[in-house]
């Protein structure tokens, strides 16, 4: 009986270790996820917030291409924008409602994106489609380049969030007024706007130094 017992209360000793032990290894996995997370959320912060990025193909029988990127700044989004093949001058430049750029004058992309039903205006002011942006004015050799800040638009699922919408370049200059679509006519690129992964998207060696 005694050797039982005895048996018996070694055995809970070795048990309650086994438990304790497990205990001690799942606070040190949880502190290791949370480092960890901290890590990712610090290192997307440095990357200056989520990112998306949209391949401009042509349309309307053009030879124009590109790349439109997209970042978040605080309340408002960053557009760079690198385009060639265009007539030189200045150009419409929209997010579009649809992320369909399939027809072949991109009629597909609907219209401006414009989630407040507002009518179409200068960027700058606030009686506008959210999807109003800057026209891009092209060189001589038919390039250009746009960075903006944007606001009323974000890379986020609310009702100003542009993924899975298209960005559209017209053959004329948007002249900010006419409706609904600044006069800008056809529609010479489209580019269906794409979420990127946290860390692509060419940031790296930069921003890093609070490491
Ligand atoms: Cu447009």
Redesign the pocket.
Known sequence: MTTHRSFLQSNLVTHYATIYASIDTIKRIAALAAAGSLLTACAGMEAAGPKASATLEPRSGSSVSGTVDFHAVGQKLRVEARVAGLTPGQH?F?V?EAGDCSAPDASSAKG?FNPAGRPHGHHGGNDRHAGDMPNLVADASGKATLSAEVDMLSLTQGPGGILQRSV?V?ADPDDYRSQP?GN?GK?VACGVIRPLAADSGGSTGSGRSGY
């Open positions: 419409g929209h579009h401006h559209v017209h679509a800008s529609r």
